[in-house]
């Protein structure tokens, strides 16, 4: 088979004191998410997306956050790192499809630079990344801001 497809999935809580990034954009907010890492969940999830299509695991078993040295990583590093995982088996990313779900920020004004960034890091056209935004329609905890959520899906060709 030439083709993969992986989905991912990641949630952060959100509280004060830390910076919101998602997609290696810094979005001003009141509130960051709460990680080990820079918690940039749409990356994490993208990254698990792709580990997922080629059956490596998920970014905890490279990445674990019981290891200092990612404390504070910078997620763009991370997904670097797991692309060149990915094409030192044979694959490269084909698309990108993923969904962020906040109900503030805005997410609308950051989408095109989260594109830009993720798009440089895997060195893929920016049309073959789709990130779209919608609210839980104040529905469990993402509903009541306690955190966001990303899901994403993946298509790995090999090439």
Known sequence: MNIRI???????RLVPDRPLILGGVNIPHDLGLLG?????????????????????GDI??????SDPKWA??????LLQQVDQLIKA?????????SVI???????????????EKIARTLQINRDHIGIKA???EKLGP?????????????LLFRG
Do not use: C
């Open 6 to 12: 992986g989905n991912g999935y990641d949630i952060h």
């Open 36 to 56: 080990h890492s820079d918690a940039d969940a749409l990356t994490h999830a993208i990254m698990d997306a792709m580990l997922g299509a080629l059956s490596l």
């Open 60 to 65: 905890g078993h490279y990445f674990p956050p």
């Open 72 to 77: 504070g990583a910078d997620s763009l590093l």
């Open 89 to 97: 088996r044979g694959w490269h990313t084909g698309n990108i499809d």
């Open 101 to 115: 779900v906040a109900e503030k920020p805005k997410m609308k004004p950051h989408l095109g630079a989260m594109q």
């Open 134 to 136: 919608t609210t839980n």
């Open 142 to 154: 993402v509903g009541r801001q306690e955190g966001i959520a990303v899901y994403a899906v993946v």
